[in-house]
């Protein structure tokens, strides 16, 4: 049977993908992981059991199955940008997107610009015709497609190929007689009217922006709300999922982190998670600081110490007011942790 992370790894990302998590009770620890509505993996017979209650969960947070306190998250996956046009407004939007750590292809059919945005470090590069690139890119609900090509004839390549695939977010540059233009003609060869009429033209967002790194900064703010208004977690980072299925598994005990509430301000949202490796060294971060370091050293007393404490912790950190303050936090709030400890496989 396939371990937790290599099921993980292999379902439809296309797929509502739903991991739960008891917190609490006997069954502190038991997890589940819902695709397409139906269970796909579990470690415990109570999912199973309960699975009229169990499949039923669509949002992400604290819930309840049979009383017991379960963690709940609506996965998403790992973000991907998709930019059409190598210009000038591009070498700062593939800048923003790296600094986000998510990987950007980057479509021109000029070597010079294609070369261009190899130096600005994109992910991938396609230096060919728009369509024949297009086809090679299959979107997602977490792919982010930015059009801002070199003129309408291109535009129109782009949109009539993208309205098609499944995608997160659609922007295109250009002046509202363009735009309209480039609509219209998408609609008249056989594009969905209403996915063409929500994409987001003029792109961005309304800031006054003028020279190209504003123009990218006002998409990427825009691309950020977009991202933001959908309820999904984090989900689990390509990193940490390499690390917990690759070579060192097989011989290495690590502990996960997962921020799995939050009352106030934090500096990290629900979902965050980060990997504690027996050297000390951590994948991912939940947010820093003194946070950061009393959770680390809580999982180092779990590497080292096996025998003294559960494979599952639930710890709860304060960060308000006084607290805040004595310990030189700049947020205050209460976050609950669950730590968890992978044994090796």
């Known amino acids: 049977m396939n371990s937790f992370y290599e099921t993980l790894s292999e379902i439809n990302p296309n797929a509502q993908n739903i991991v739960l998590t008891v917190l609490s009770g006997d069954k502190q620890g038991a997890k589940c992981l819902i695709s397409a509505g139906k269970i796909a993996w579990e470690s415990d017979p109570f999912f199973p059991e309960h699975a009229d209650e169990t499949c039923s969960i669509s949002v992400s947070g604290i819930v309840r199955i ?84 070199r003129g309408h004839r291109y535009d129109e390549a782009c949109l009539s190929a993208i309205v098609r695939k499944p995608h997160a977010y659609i922007g295109m540059i250009g002046s509202r007689r363009r735009v309209g233009f ?28 003028q020279t190209p790194e504003e123009i990218a900064i006002a998409i990427m703010a825009e691309i950020i709300q977009v991202k933001n208004a959908v309820r999904r977690t984090g989900g689990y980072p390509r990193e940490i999922v390499r690390e917990l299925c690759g070579e060192n598994a097989a011989n290495t005990t690590t502990v996960l982190a997962t921020i799995v509430s939050r009352k106030g301000s934090a500096p990290r949202d629900v979902g965050t998670k980060m990997l504690i490796l027996p050297d000390g060294h951590a994948i991912g971060t939940i947010g820093g600081g003194c946070v950061e370091a009393d959770v680390m050293r809580r999982a180092r007393m779990m590497l080292t110490s096996p025998q003294d404490f559960p494979p599952f912790q639930l710890i709860e950190v304060d960060m308000t007011a006084e607290a805040a303050e004595d310990e030189g936090m700049v947020c205050g709030g209460i976050i609950e942790v669950l730590l968890e400890r992978n044994m090796p496989s």
Request: charged fraction near 20%; include cysteine.
């Open 182 to 209: 480039v609509k219209e003609s998408v609609i008249e060869g056989g594009g969905d009217p209403e996915v063409v009429s929500s994409v987001h033209t003029p792109i961005g967002l309304n800031i006054g922006a």
């Open 66 to 149: 049979a009383g017991q306190r379960v963690f709940s998250e609506v996965l998403g996956h790992e973000k991907k940008f998709v930019i059409c046009g190598a210009g000038h407004i591009s070498m700062p939007l593939i800048a923003m997107i790296r600094m986000l750590d998510c990987p950007v292809t980057v479509i021109d059919d000029r070597p010079y610009f294609a070369d261009n945005a190899r130096r600005a470090q994109a992910t991938t590069v396609y230096c060919e015709p728009f369509e024949e690139a297009l086809a090679k890119i299959p979107g997602d609900d977490d792919t982010f497609f930015i059009i801002v090509t």
